[in-house]
């Protein structure tokens, strides 16, 4: 099994490696894979020392699986020529994600429509893979009609840059800003660029890779992606109307029910999800579940995830494993 890391020094690409190493994933070569600039260097994997490679080195070697995290425009560019070569893509830019003709895949609800002829394989954006994990098993049992979500994300989402950025503002160090604002003590409603309807990228990613995730492009999603100065995760406040009537007890039921969530949700003794206890980990984390009093058959939901592991790095992983368990590679 050999497997390449397209974007190996980068933020999601070393926690790739580490969620590899974690998992113990069945490999027999591993090919790190960077920029020209990085090519020669060594990287670390289970104690032993690996010489990072060119992308075009890396096709000739014919990796089984290339996971690819070094930006959309690369992803477009060189995707294809690994699939050609007989290499199956996780690619976990935006470059395929809405590609009609490529899964968007959170393993835990749609990896069954995965087969051998899928050569490339979107991974969905973080804000988007913890919202789906909380709503897939709501969703089957009560119908989605309406979403509406707000974000309080990461820093690390936008890269090592901006946890610099952040570093050097707490330390009263003048440096390169990410953002066009100041991010320590602030929230910054303006994640990635704006699009012509005054919506962000970030916001319609929510809209659109949810529908295509969920299989249903009936459901209303309407989204506000704000920037916050945290780094171990993104949080969500997800307010969702279905066209059924629910329990709060059976949506207890079925999140404590549905793998990789963890249900945290006792107010009485200030248990609910934050930042700061899902970082580093791989499940999606809810709590604040209560009835929205305003609008019937409608629920709020407080969702957070580590957005480097399972909102990147350990769901790509995950896609792997699946397809290695199913003999697809």
Not at 31 to 55: D, H, Q, W
């Amino acid at each position: 099994m050999r497997v390449a890391i397209v974007g190996a020094t980068g933020m999601v690409g070393q926690v790739m490696l580490r969620v590899l190493e974690e998992r113990n994933f069945p490999i027999t070569e591993l090919i790190p894979v960077a920029s020209e600039r990085s090519v020669g260097k060594t990287i670390t994997f289970k104690n032993e020392e690996y010489t990072i490679v060119s992308l075009q080195e890396a096709l000739s070697l014919k990796p089984n699986i290339a996971l690819f995290s070094a930006g959309g425009s690369t992803s477009l560019e060189w995707a294809p020529k690994f699939a050609e070569a007989g290499t199956t893509v996780i690619d976990n830019s935006s470059a395929w994600r809405m590609d009609q003709n490529k899964k968007l895949v959170v393993p835990e609800i749609n990896a069954a429509t995965l087969s051998k002829s899928d050569t490339i394989i979107a991974n969905p954006n973080c804000s988007t893979i913890q919202m789906v994990m909380a709503l897939a098993p709501l969703h089957k049992a009560f119908k989605i009609k309406r979403i509406v979500v707000s974000t309080y994300q990461s820093i690390s989402g936008t890269g090592v840059k901006a946890v610099q950025q952040l570093e050097n503002e707490i330390a009263g160090i003048k440096g390169e800003m990410a953002y066009p604002y100041p991010i320590h003590q602030n929230a910054i409603p303006h994640c990635d660029v704006f699009e012509d309807n005054g919506y962000t990228k970030e916001e319609m990613k929510l809209v659109r890779e949810t529908q295509k995730i969920l299989n249903d492009k009936t459901i209303a999603v309407t989204a506000t992606a704000v920037r916050i100065p945290t780094s171990g995760g993104h949080s969500e406040a997800v307010n969702v109307t279905f066209e059924n009537e629910y329990e709060l007890s059976e949506v207890r039921r079925l999140l404590s029910a549905t793998p990789g969530i963890t249900l945290q949700d006792n107010p009485d003794v200030n248990v609910y999800p934050m930042p700061i206890y899902a970082n580093g980990k791989d499940d999606v984390f809810v709590g604040r579940i209560r009835r929205d009093e305003s609008q019937p058959k409608s629920l709020n939901l407080w969702i957070v995830s580590d957005n480097l592991r399972k909102g990147a790095a350990t769901n790509t992983v995950q896609i792997a494993e699946y397809l290695v368990g199913k003999q697809n590679v």
